[in-house]
């Protein structure tokens, strides 16, 4: 055996070792946190930087006719709720099929979206597909700047990530109701995030575009109209079930990676992140106008459900969090006292 076959050996030996120890680091970190899926995801994306020396992670969900990076680190992190069509994307492909996609060059598969290859900076990628319940719900995806740079070994190693996503997701679904993390960052009745989630996710946003400059997130004030006069009228169970019927409507009318929360009794708050322009707030601002529209039955009642909105985008708007928030909260109670302004007139 020559120097370098024993050279080879004792690398390829070295890699392994370095591969098990990344994967026992992840499950590590994974049973820290339990239950909570966007943590989990968090760490398998951060732990794929090392364990497959790549320059970037993600992992895409399916929402709607679109792949979602709903967890990212390295290159791929300012792009955190970026969205891609299923059918313009090699991860839409490894969603349809459920098998792995191995892309050794993006500028010659005509599966890759080469808009959004270019813009991340990609030049090879592996695609590992996220089963849950004998579907296919998502994608496990790691790049790399250097064309061919990904194996079989590499491979071999997301699949065992990939088996712990999964065995996640089934645990999260199957226990979410009596997850001690789950019922501490939600609220109990409409089972939104709770102010507490709502401000670490609104400072994580925060730190993220520190990091990014030109990054940009917009958050969202609502507070109901009326809500009083409908529990002084029809009782509480009525006030309750409008409070409900909003969060619904909130979460219909904005992204499924926004962050929607209850931060107060009649009070909801939304944070947009990865904002490309203050006219994609302006246009949820509308879609939620027009979503209040159809009126709310409960129990033989129609009702009609109003609520004030205001809006602040960072930095364009204000410089912390503390200003962010009360330029949202200024914009929202100028559209309240027009609302009853206009009520009276």
Known sequence: MTLAEIECIADSWQDRCQKLTTIVDMQTSIAKVGMDLTCVMQIIVKHCLVLVQCDGAAIEFKEGNDMVYRATSGVAEPFL??????????????????????????????????????????ASMLLIPLHHHDHTVGVLKVFSHRKHHFTSRDTAALKLVSEQMAATLYYCHRFVADNLVYQATHDSMTNLLNRSAFMEQLNREYSLCESYPGRKFGVFIIDMNGLKAVNDELGHRAGDSMLSELARRLLKAFRPTDKVARIGGDEFGVLMSNIQQEDAVKSIHRRFERSLEPEFEFEGCSLNLSASIGWAVYPDCAQTINDLLDKADTHMYKNKNAHYMGAHI
């Open 81 to 122: 709720g970026h969205s891609i069509p299923i059918d313009n994307s090699l991860s839409g492909f490894c969603l349809q099929t459920g098998k792995v996609q191995l892309c050794n060059d993006v500028t010659v598969n005509r599966r890759a979206n080469q808009a959004a290859c270019a813009e991340i900076g990609v």
